[in-house]
Structure formats: structure tokens, C-alpha cells
């Protein structure tokens, strides 16, 4: 089993910045993938980035550029630093881990999820 708790959500006027974290607790083993997803209202969750232990990357096409995703193995904790935001950024983070090494972008391969941090951005 793994735990995982968000922070750092909020309210920021559009091209502003925010940071989100996501602290993971549990079995390391199952955690190998670490990523973040997004729900709009009224839409499907959507991939936003993850990262592997050994610190590959992948972004979905709409935060690439602004988005940083970066990881502490130390400290079982994954961030991403939101650059440039848009009205359209607004949505409920989440955070998500998988044990496997391959990448995947998939809701259904990630087996275990935060509850989720509010981000609004104000036009």
C-alpha cells in the first residue's frame, strides 16, 4: 500500500506560478512512477506529468514548457512547478503512483491516488 497527500494548491492570477507536492508513504516498491493528473469540472481526468525513480520525464502536450516535474527519492516526494498559468490550468490536482517501470499515461495503470489539491487561476 501506498499513501499519498497533496499540498499546495490554491488561487493564482493567470501567468503566475504555483507548487505542488506530493508526499508518498508506504511500500517504496510501488511507487517507481510518480505522477500528477488533472480534472477540470465537467471533464475527464487528464495526464499532466510523471517521473520515474530514475528521473525520466514525461509531460502531457498542454504543460509542456511550463511545467516542471522533479522528484526526492530521499524524501518519497514529487513536485511540480506550475510556470505560466492559465485560466484553463484550473482543475483538481492529483497525484498518482505506479510500481511498474514502463511509462504510461493512463488513468486505469496507476494504482494508487491522492485526494486530490484545488488549483484556480484568475484571468
Known amino acids: 500500500q501506498v499513501q499519498l497527500v497533496e499540498s499546495g494548491g490554491g488561487l493564482v492570477q493567470a501567468g503566475g506560478s504555483l507548487r505542488l507536492s506530493c508526499a508518498a508513504s508506504g511500500r517504496a516498491d510501488s511507487s517507481y512512477y510518480m505522477g500528477w493528473f488533472r480534472q477540470a469540472p465537467g471533464k475527464e481526468r487528464e495526464f499532466v506529468a510523471c517521473?520515474?525513480?530514475?528521473?525520466?520525464?514525461y509531460y502531457g502536450d498542454s504543460v509542456k514548457g511550463r511545467f516542471t516535474i522533479s522528484r526526492d527519492n530521499a524524501k518519497n516526494t514529487v513536485y511540480v512547478q506550475m510556470n505560466s498559468l492559465k485560466p484553463e490550468d484550473t482543475a483538481v490536482y492529483y497525484c498518482a503512483a505506479r510500481g511498474s517501470r514502463w511509462f504510461s499515461s493512463k488513468l486505469d495503470d496507476y494504482n494508487y491516488w491522492g485526494q486530490g489539491t484545488q488549483v484556480t487561476v484568475s484571468s
Open positions: 517521473i520515474s525513480e530514475s528521473f525520466i520525464r
